[in-house]
């Protein structure tokens, strides 16, 4: 016991049992409130910034698609960037969609730009420019920047040293010295952006869902369990058991959320966004979220679904990649089940 090795497998043991038993006095619908409540309270709140109008700062036509920049808020006294793209059409309201983008130089890197905001004609990299794959199915999708990431990196960090990846890590340490995570503020960011695409005349406010991937699959699924008005959700390079993936791994900071396991592992997380439409897409070579906890979580997650009567609108592909989006099937089923 000199190591800590299997004291803490057992501190894991001791969490997961626990969950069991606590599901076996629960009722489903009580213990699905319950956990709901419990993620709000560990990702932490943000004072909400309800007069605050939205600004148009650019609009830019694309091959096929508008896309335009806006300045929203979340919170008083911070303002973020948001790319909307929006699908030449006709007939009526656009499905919407919610994408978040994991760690990169930020939401440049999936609408088809480079981090100076240039068009990138080049081939796209791990995020496949997927917001523009989404507009050119013909949905509305709005693409924020998340804090710490590109334009969006703190100006303490890029003091330090212009060519900083992210600010990750001094944005989670000075939140969670105040009992707020990062994840916390992204995700109240994620359900502003998802409130303005929603207010949008261009937008079927009934008929929008949400894709994320990586870090923005993080910020994806808790955005869907704390807005029930998401529809359907694409996860992408992220579904999991924490066990094998930012436990087994070296994950960023950012991953981590005090003391979420000891209400859930990930996949009964994620299943809290159960009967609603739900992809699960992952790359059968990716080091950091590996093939077998995605095929544990899907097991878990699929048992969900079934219990809730559900089975068929939780669907799966594990494509032959790394770290990184697919799409091959992804994008059509959002596209379709945003249809419906
Ligand atoms: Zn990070």
Redesign the pocket.
């Known amino acids: 016991m000199w190591n800590g090795d299997s004291w803490l497998a057992g501190l894991y043991e001791e969490a997961v049992s626990r969950h069991s038993r606590e599901a076996e006095t629960e009722s489903p619908l009580e213990r699905k409130r319950r956990l709901r409540e419990a993620l709000r309270e560990a990702i932490g709140s943000f004072e909400p910034n309800p007069g605050f109008e939205p600004r148009l700062l650019e609009r830019v036509v694309c091959d096929g698609y508008v896309r335009e920049r806006i300045e929203l808020s979340a919170t008083p006294g911070l303002t973020f960037g948001a790319y909307v793209l929006l699908p030449e059409h006709t007939n009526g309201p656009l499905p919407g969609v919610l994408a978040l983008h994991g760690?990169g130089y930020g939401s440049r890197e999936i609408v088809g730009l480079l981090a100076d905001g240039s068009p990138d004609v080049g081939a796209p990299g791990i995020h496949g420019h997927f917001a523009v794959q989404l507009a050119k199915r013909g949905m509305a999708v709005i693409a924020p920047d998340v804090i710490?990431f590109g334009e969006r990196r703190l100006l303490a960090d890029l003091a330090d040293n212009p060519d900083t990846p992210?600010s990750?890590f001094r944005l989670s340490t000075e939140l969670l010295m105040l009992g707020k995570t990062l994840t916390g503020l992204r995700v109240a960011e994620s359900l502003c952006a998802f409130a303005y695409l929603a207010s949008r005349p261009e937008v079927d406010e009934a008929r929008i869902g949400t894709m994320g991937f990586s870090?923005g699959g993080l910020l994806a699924y808790a955005t869907s369990v704390l807005e029930p008005a998401v529809r359907a959700t694409v996860l992408t390079g992220f579904a999991n058991t924490f066990k094998d993936s930012i436990l087994a791994v070296r994950h960023?900071?950012?991953n981590y959320t005090p003391g979420i396991l000891l209400h859930a592992e990930l996949p009964e997380l994620i299943g809290l966004i159960a009967p609603r439409p739900l992809f699960l897409e992952s790359g059968d070579r990716d080091p950091i979220f590996p093939v077998e906890g995605f095929r544990r979580a899907v097991a878990t997650i699929k048992e969900i679904y079934a219990e809730e009567g559900a089975g068929d609108r939780v669907a799966v592909d594990l494509f032959p990649g790394a770290h990184e989006i697919s799409g091959r099937k992804s994008y059509d089923w959002l596209k379709e089940t945003l249809s419906e």
């Open positions: 760690h710490g992210n990750c870090g960023c900071i950012d």
